[in-house]
């Protein structure tokens, strides 16, 4: 089991467009990706219940993603995770360290309500956010914890359901039909809706003070990585 989640932690490679981001101690790992699918190496040891629930998907999905009728896989088959597109399972962003081997990532914590952005080995941008705070009336406002991309960018996004103008717009995940990003500190009807950074009070987003933001949305391309740990 400890070897397994020694690869399990190396999985971030897969998620990378021509590099690869892993502590320079780990081994190459057994997984990739082809195109926007995850993929594992199921190896002798290993257990098709044991690598779903590591996942964190179900074993009836991974079963139907790789067209098992049963738990029996032969070494070195190369299994299909059936993550959704660019995401990956919490538990292993939870286990991910801020010192990226290369590449643009940005790590997000939310229990520390911080951000940092590294440009390969170099700390480029640390600053303080505000996430998601759910509510006895919207529980489900918590900003969600995995490994995502950044899909969209705008200077100015409108989010018609909280009636919010959020200046230097990432977006990154959807959250049913609406979509949760990295923004500046929104503003309702031209007044500052002022989120104290360092504590939570988003509706889901990842909200910097305006100035980060401006810097942020700059350095950071579309197709970013973006971190977001418990």
Not at 31 to 58: H, M, N, R, W
Not at 136 to 165: C, Q, S, Y
Request: aromatic share 8%.
């Amino acid at each position: 089991m400890a070897t397994f989640i020694r690869r399990m932690l190396s999985i971030l490679v897969a998620l990378l467009i021509g590099g690869s981001v892993y502590p320079a101690a780990l081994a190459a790992p057994p997984a990739g990706s082809i195109g926007d699918q995850l993929t594992y190496t199921f190896e002798k040891g290993d257990s098709l219940p044991a690598i779903a629930e590591q996942f964190g998907v179900s074993l009836k999905a991974l079963r139907r993603a790789n067209g098992l009728a049963n738990n029996r896989v032969i070494p070195g088959t190369v299994l299909t995770i059936p993550t959704a597109s660019g995401v990956v399972s919490p538990w292993i962003a939870s286990k991910i360290d801020p010192q990226p081997g290369d590449g643009k990532v940005i790590y997000v914590s939310l229990s520390q309500q911080r951000m940092w952005a590294y440009d390969g080995d170099q700390l480029a941008f640390e600053f303080l956010v505000s996430t998601g705070l759910p509510t006895e009336e919207h529980p489900n406002r918590d900003t969600k914890p995995g490994v995502f991309r950044i899909k969209t960018k705008m200077p100015m996004a409108r989010a018609n359901l909280w009636n919010l103008d959020m200046p230097y717009w990432m977006g990154i995940y959807d959250a049913g039909s609406i979509e949760n990003g990295i923004h500046a500190m929104p503003s309702r009807n031209g007044r500052l809706v002022n989120w104290r950074v360092g504590a939570r009070g988003s509706f889901g987003c990842v909200v910097l003070n305006i100035p980060d933001a401006a810097r942020l949305y700059r350095w950071a391309p579309l197709g970013t990585l973006v971190v977001i740990r418990p």
